[in-house]
């Protein structure tokens, strides 16, 4: 049974950061890409970012490039996501998720098969 526990949500101004983290369980974490999303009130849940096993490939969406950061630690079984320049449309319910199968980088909702029960980013203006 795989577990995805995240936290480090809140209430932040706009302007500011936060830094979440996903700890997983199991043995193989660096085997299986894991991924960021989020979800808005009324809107569908997106991408944000992903990372590949070996965290050596990543990609974000348009929406947060330059200001977030996806990175990993595998020795703690743990991703992280370090967000910077936090803007009210950035605020949302965070997903952790791990690929389903694999360690190759996918940024495809349906491509994770395991979902943490989220964290609210809460951004003010």
């Known amino acids: 049974q795989v577990q995805l526990v995240e936290s480090g949500g809140g209430l932040v101004q706009s302007g500011g950061s936060l830094r979440l983290s996903c700890a997983a369980s199991?043995?193989?974490?660096?085997?299986?890409?894991m991924g960021w999303f989020r979800q808005a009130p009324g809107k569908e849940r997106a991408f944000v970012a992903a990372?590949?096993?070996?965290?050596?490939?990543?990609s974000y969406a348009d929406s947060v490039k330059g200001r977030f950061t996806i990175s990993r630690d595998n020795a703690k079984n743990t991703v992280y996501l370090q967000m910077n320049s936090l803007k009210p449309e950035d605020t949302a319910v965070y997903y952790c998720?791990?690929?389903?199968?694999?360690?190759?980088?996918?940024?495809?909702?349906?491509?994770?098969?395991?979902w943490g029960q989220g964290t609210q980013v809460t951004v003010s203006s």
């Open positions: 990372i590949s096993g070996s965290g050596g490939s990543t």
């Open positions: 199991g043995r193989t974490f660096s085997s299986y890409a």
């Open positions: 998720a791990r690929r389903r199968v694999g360690g190759g980088l996918v940024t495809m909702k349906g491509e994770f098969g395991y």
